[in-house]
């Protein structure tokens, strides 16, 4: 099905209505729900933290903590391994994002009007002091000096889910990806650091992770009228959206999962040479992470591929005794780097030996 410009009235769908859409830049996929709010923009960004909020940030945190050991057990498990400072700020992120999905997905009246109004709040000159959340990400975003440009692709990505339901072609899916997913791995570097070239293993390790979310949650997303699935792959096995609403579970779907699972896994070997770009002391975190939630594609096939009435995760015995094997793949990792850089450095002395 080909894409169609963006109308206003794909943001008022009703459960279930397709709705395929081009995405817009982010400055315009945000300027789109302001107008459709209620015709207004939000006030500027303010440089400066507000002294007399300092005493409830540790309160804050400790929100974000929850909030993470709530909604995700595996990025709660794998953050355990950062350094306190490091893993607040990224247990602020986390629990930024989440809110910011909520504010959509549960909201009680028009999600546009509920998701025009978060934004606002989130790019307020004071953090409202009645949200916890917002409080700790707005001293994680100044205290790390992240980028108001990532912030907004973030913010955009889950504007689309208000505008669009059906994703035409991959590549169409992977922009959600990127936003929702690619760009808190950008973000969370602005915390952890990283060397010069991790952008691009960041990107990809996003794009696995927001895949590995949607293949998950088939069954969830199809009983809110979402596909994520791309229709050039549905047609590729013979399946339609329609097959999709319905829970189909035949030998079309299982095929349509194991390539959908077989292009995750992709990425995620891609991306894995990018721990080594990392800090020391985060990549045990990161690859935790990666690890772990591959795991869930392991776990979707021994669910024989049941998307619809099984939810498949990986308890918490079998993360804790992946560990060492963790540990030893990022170590063999940093030694495959060390001896190519090694070649690498004598290469070029032998180069300047001889010029």
């Excluded at 057990?73 to 350094?83: A, E, G, I, V």
């Excluded at 096995?237 to 194991?258: H, N, P, W, Y």
């Excluded at 939810?311 to 540990?327: D, G």
Aim: with cysteine; aromatic share 8%.
């Amino acid at each position: 099905m080909p894409l169609t410009t963006l109308h206003p009235l794909a943001l008022s769908l009703p459960t279930g209505t397709e709705a395929i859409a081009q995405p817009l830049p982010a400055e315009e996929q945000l300027a789109l729900i302001f107008r459709l709010a209620d015709g207004t923009s939000p006030p500027h960004i303010a440089d400066e933290w507000p002294p007399h909020i300092l005493d409830s940030l540790s309160n804050a945190y400790q929100t974000c903590q929850r909030s993470i050991r709530h909604h995700s057990k595996s990025f709660f498990f794998s953050t355990q391994f950062l350094p306190l400072t490091k893993r607040q700020g990224i247990r602020a992120l986390y629990a930024f994002c989440r809110a910011t999905d909520d504010t959509v997905d549960l909201a009680y009246g028009d999600p546009t009007c509920a998701l025009a109004e978060w934004v606002r709040q989130v790019q307020s000159p004071i953090p409202p002091l009645h949200n916890p959340i917002l409080l700790a990400w707005y001293d994680t975003r100044l205290k790390f000096q992240l980028p108001d440009t990532l912030i907004n692709e973030l913010l955009a990505g889950v504007a689309m889910d208000l505008t669009i339901n059906r994703y035409a072609t991959f590549a169409d899916l992977w922009l959600y990806c990127y936003r929702v997913a690619s760009v808190v791995g950008l973000l969370s570097m602005g915390i952890i650091g990283s060397a010069p070239g991790a952008e691009p293993y960041a990107i990809k390790l996003g794009v696995a992770l927001q895949l590995t979310n949607i293949l998950r949650d088939v069954g969830e997303d199809a009983r809110r009228g979402r596909v994520y699935l791309p229709q050039e792959d549905l047609e590729r096995f013979g399946l339609s959206t329609e097959d999709i609403l319905a829970g189909c579970q035949d030998e079309r779907m299982v095929a349509l999962l194991k390539f959908e699972i077989d292009r995750t896994r992709r990425l995620y070997a891609e991306s894995w040479d990018g721990i080594v770009l990392l800090p020391p002391d985060s990549r045990l975190a990161v690859g935790a992470a990666a690890w772990i939630y591959r795991g869930i594609l392991d776990k979707i096939i021994a669910n024989r591929y049941d998307v619809y009435t099984k939810r498949a995760h990986v308890p918490l015995r079998e993360k804790l005794c992946a560990i060492p094997a963790i540990w030893h793949a990022i170590r063999r990792l940093e030694r495959q780097h060390a001896r190519t850089a090694q070649t690498i450095s004598a290469a070029d002395t032998t180069k300047h030996t001889y010029q």
